[in-house]
């Protein structure tokens, strides 16, 4: 079955510095990943998503995401965070095509400290 | 604000009940999915809909069944309620019945069982 796992429960950045959220998928082959994101109180917001193609991929706020297959990876990524960007980031994938649903991670909730 | 929108914002009941959550999808949307978000489930697929037929099942208990209309708003009836129901109730719409088209997630229902 397919499944995506971020290992960061909670993580901290101050404003202005660089941001990292890891994600790992499992499946066989080249699944359908993305990166949402959910403020306080809001519902989710797609930042971006992955297919196929070049592997670095833009989004919206800044964001960067950055496909690995040797890794089973799929990192977001922003050079310089902003304190509205504290929120809740959730990777998701799908990979079982003919059953197409959303599979989501456990989310990292991302503070940003002055 | 994301076009979805989700009728009540808040929802308080007692177990045993029956609820009905609402959901109007973005204009021109045919899908509708429902998720369930908990502290110790996380994020779930539910079910989707697809102008008026269901499309996709995912981890819905039998208590619970979804429609959608021909007006293309969807409802979710919850039944015979649980404490460990009370939950997050998060309506999604996308243009076409595949789920890796972009998902617009409306505000949520919080469920709260007493």
């Known amino acids: 079955a397919q499944s995506v796992t971020q290992p960061d429960i909670h993580i901290t950045v101050s404003e202005g510095a660089s941001l990292e959220l890891r994600c790992n998928y499992s499946y066989g082959a080249t699944p359908y990943l993305f990166w949402y994101v959910q403020s306080p109180g809001q519902g989710l917001q797609l930042l971006l998503k992955?297919?196929?193609?070049?592997?670095l991929v833009q989004g919206i706020k800044g964001f960067e995401a950055e496909f690995k297959r040797s890794q089973s990876s799929f990192n977001l990524r922003k050079p310089s965070v902003h304190w509205s960007d504290a929120a809740e980031y959730f990777c998701a994938v799908i990979s079982n095509f003919g059953n197409e649903k959303l599979t989501f991670g456990t989310g990292t909730r991302l503070t940003i400290i002055p | 604000d994301s076009g979805v929108t989700q009728t009540p914002k808040h929802l308080i009941t007692a177990t045993g009940q029956r609820v009905t959550l609402r959901c109007s999808p973005r204009?021109?949307?045919?899908?509708v999915y429902w998720y369930q978000q908990s502290l110790d489930q996380g994020l779930q697929f539910l079910i989707q809909?697809?102008?008026?037929?269901?499309?996709a099942k995912g981890n819905i208990l039998e208590r619970f069944s979804a429609q959608q209309f021909p007006d293309l708003h969807s409802e979710l009836n919850l039944s015979s309620l649980e404490l460990g129901d009370s939950a997050l109730y998060f309506c999604?719409?996308?243009?076409?019945?595949?789920?890796?088209?972009?998902?617009?997630f409306g505000p949520g229902t919080r469920l709260t069982v007493l």
């Open positions: 809909y697809y102008n008026g037929e269901e499309r």
């Open positions: 992955y297919f196929s193609g070049d592997t």
């Open positions: 204009s021109g949307d045919l899908s």
């Open positions: 999604a719409s996308s243009r076409t019945g595949v789920s890796y088209n972009e998902q617009f």
